[in-house]
């Protein structure tokens, strides 16, 4: 059997911010949601981000993956500086080295699961690794869902074909923005131990946001922000840590 190399944890890095800067409005009403945010995302690493709400997380998230602008700084996808990208040359990016899992699974109702794992790449005009997918698909335990549509697929499903889509053209880091949220728990403990186990046997590189301690504790670190900025982390984190860390900024009044 084919083996997948992981990369070496303690120097690749899969994404970097570096003073990044971001803010909604003017005058009264402006927003500084990044200020001066400098963070790396190593590969073959499992990434929470966390804070309280309105504490900038999601924008961070949106503004490493492309999918946002920022005032001020630098993004790096690999050695790809994002703000040196034209639009297409940024949609292209986000097509061969992103792969996305938001809260809702963005299924395509019209098509089976199959049909959605590999939209992407047939939109790119590529053909999958069938080696790769087959071992995407039986981590995923969808080899048996593989030709149901989204209506015949249960939420914790749908959100494993969301998922094994993201993995399916092996990109270089994959974003999830509460990827979890629309699950009952078993379901969203499901999809957090695949994610885990991408990870861990395939390689991966994860970053998610989430507001949930138990879902943090699938990570191997958690970084915190508030105030839209960078104010702690925490290494192979379990619940109750998070928890507790995150209660230390309910206490100095950091929620909104």
């Known amino acids: 059997m084919t083996t997948f190399p992981v990369a070496d944890r303690a120097t690749a890095v899969a994404a970097r911010a570096t003073d990044l800067t971001k803010v909604y409005g003017h005058g009264e009403t402006q927003v500084v949601a990044l200020d001066g945010v400098s963070v790396d995302f190593r590969q073959a690493e499992f990434t929470a981000i966390m804070g309280p709400s309105g504490s900038g997380k999601s924008t961070l998230m949106h503004c490493v993956a492309g999918l946002d602008s920022f005032d001020s700084g630098s993004v790096r996808i690999g050695d790809t500086e994002l703000g040196s990208l ?15 899992i938001f809260q809702a699974f963005n299924l395509l109702p019209t098509l089976t699961g199959i049909e959605n794992i590999t939209l992407p790449m047939d939109i790119a005009g590529r053909k999958p690794d069938k080696e790769w997918l087959e ?4 981590m995923l335990g969808l080899s048996g869902r593989l030709s149901h549509r ?22 270089e880091i994959i974003f999830g923005d509460e990827p979890t949220g629309n699950l009952d728990s ?8 695949f994610l885990r186990n991408s990870v861990r046997e395939l390689g991966q590189t994860v970053v998610m946001v989430t507001h949930d301690p138990v879902a943090a504790a699938y990570a191997d670190r958690v970084i ?11 290494l192979r984190p379990d619940a109750d840590s998070v928890l507790d860390r995150m209660k230390r900024f309910d206490a100095r009044g950091r929620t909104s």
């Open 86 to 100: 034209k639009d297409k040359q940024l949609t292209r990016l986000r097509r061969d080295k992103i792969g996305f």
């Open 135 to 138: 071992r995407v698909i039986t």
């Open 150 to 171: 989204p209506s015949e697929l249960s939420g914790g499903q749908q959100q494993r074909v969301a998922v094994a889509r993201a993995l399916a053209s092996r990109p």
């Open 186 to 193: 078993r379901s969203g403990a499901e999809v957090l131990g």
């Open 224 to 234: 915190f922000l508030a105030d839209g900025r960078v104010v702690d982390e925490l």
